[in-house]
């Protein structure tokens, strides 16, 4: 019963975040500060996902050492992003580098 | 629009490119990001299971909320037994980029019928919006760019039911889905697209902001962190823009290199 109020709950507040404001634009433009700060959110919430994940990889300890093959593999994938701007590329660079350097510290 | 009614038109790849072509082109564009999406869609499967959600509800999760991040962080949150109400203002705020998303595609598309609108709608992702924004921003005449929407759409849309069913299976034979690296698929992802949203100095003060807040952040319940992160990231970028008006002028849709560059 909860899961289905949660799965209702969630698809109304995401069909609420794209359908509407698709339709309304087209015919009466957002507030100029409401399409300001819109202009932030994918950077913010992506950002917001992105960090913890990477520096608190396994446990409720931070980590921020060349131990922590997922902040090396971030570090990595990140300048590869910038300077090609390729999601795949940046994928494949990100996960190898991340299985690489991990096999890497196992030796060591 | 007419250009649906034109149903037995000759195709004319010559001056523009026919419906399939765009389809076909959107569903080629898509690619490289269905490949992230793979493993981060079996993980969802498997992940949604061994938190507590039943198969089903896995199934209808993708099937009906289709937006991967929000489900993922749903999972965590069902594990840790959070109240419905606060999975279902995360999922608000995590989605909300889809807002923006949909503000910058909603201009190419004020022409299009309803029947056209909603399912597209509902089909904005973030894969979809960055391969498509892309699309519409090219300035040839075609007036089917909604079918490369639909292609690029239809290939997210099913690889993901896809992609949970087969981690609902797997489950079970990936016991441990981080030994593989496989929990990293999403992370990497974000950090590709991340580069196309960052292109000036207020958008990257937005981005440190946001990390910087994420990270302190991090030990408050419920993943509270993550939305405190988000709206003091939002407010720092605003700020910064309101200082540097020169900035505030960009179209949202003009999503270009050369900003980058200068930041470089």
Known sequence: ?108 | MNASLQQNSAPSQAIAPSRRTEFWNGFKDTFPLVVGAVPFGIIFGALAVTSGITAGGALAMSAFVYAGASQFIAAGLVSNAAPVLIIVLTTFVVNLRHALYAASLAPHMKHLPQRWLAPLGFWLTDESFVVVIARYTKTDPSPFKHWYFLGSAVFMYSNWQLCTLIGIVAGQAIPNPSAWGLDFALVVTFIGMLASFVRNRATLIASVVAGIVAVLAHGLPNQMGLLVAAVLGIVAGVITESLNPDEALKPIDKITSADAEALS
């Open chain 1, 1 to 108: 019963m909860n899961e289905i109020l949660m799965i209702i709950g969630m698809t109304l507040v995401t069909i609420a975040v794209r359908y509407p404001v698709l339709v309304l634009v087209g015919k009466i433009p957002l507030p100029p500060a409401v399409v300001r700060a819109l202009k932030f959110v994918p950077t913010a919430v992506l950002t917001a996902i992105i960090t913890p994940a990477v520096l608190y990889p396994r446990s409720s300890q931070i980590e921020l050492g060349i131990t922590n093959e997922y902040l090396i593999a971030a570090v990595l994938s990140s300048l590869v992003a910038w300077r090609t701007r390729n999601v795949l590329v940046t994928i494949v660079v990100g996960m190898a580098s991340l299985l690489a350097w991990r096999w890497l510290m196992s030796v060591l």
